[in-house]
């Protein structure tokens, strides 16, 4: 079933509550789109001890790590790809950003490393097992 709007954030933030280890005192950065307005999703984050931080309105700097991303994988993914059908593109999205920008992508940002190797990083240094 492809989800869209609403139910994909909230369907994606419950699959992360399940499969990552979250701690009291997370932030969730976002834009003001209606997905991530509405009671459900912020009831969600609230009842799971994550606090909510929106963008101003008009201010895309206030989201510059999330603005980033989505450019990152516009320009080096989706705009060079045809997907047949929805599925085909869910489950190629997925395979990008997991197989590949978190596992194999190294991030000036991030000293030259991937997002995988900075949360272990992370998660050793907080004694955290992953």
């Known amino acids: 079933?492809?989800?869209?709007?609403k139910n994909t954030v909230i369907a994606a933030l419950s699959i992360a509550l399940k499969t990552r280890s979250v701690k009291q005192g997370l932030i969730f950065h976002?834009?003001?789109?209606?997905?991530?307005?509405?009671?459900?999703?912020?009831?969600l984050l609230k009842s799971n001890g994550i606090t909510q931080s929106m963008s101003r309105k008009g201010n895309c700097w206030d989201n510059a790590v999330a603005e980033s991303f989505f450019k990152t994988l516009k320009t080096e993914f989706v705009y060079h790809k045809h997907f047949q059908n929805k599925e085909i593109a869910k489950f190629e999205?997925?395979?990008?950003?997991?197989g590949f920008y978190h596992a194999r992508r190294i991030h000036s940002a991030l000293g030259g490393k991937t997002p995988n190797q900075m949360e272990?990083?992370?998660?050793?240094?907080?004694n955290i097992a992953a």
């Open 30 to 43: 976002s834009d003001r789109g209606v997905q991530y307005a509405g009671q459900e999703f912020s009831s």
């Open 1 to 5: 079933m492809w989800l869209t709007g």
């Open 120 to 126: 272990q990083f992370y998660l050793a240094k907080q």
């Open 93 to 98: 999205l997925f395979r990008y950003i997991e």
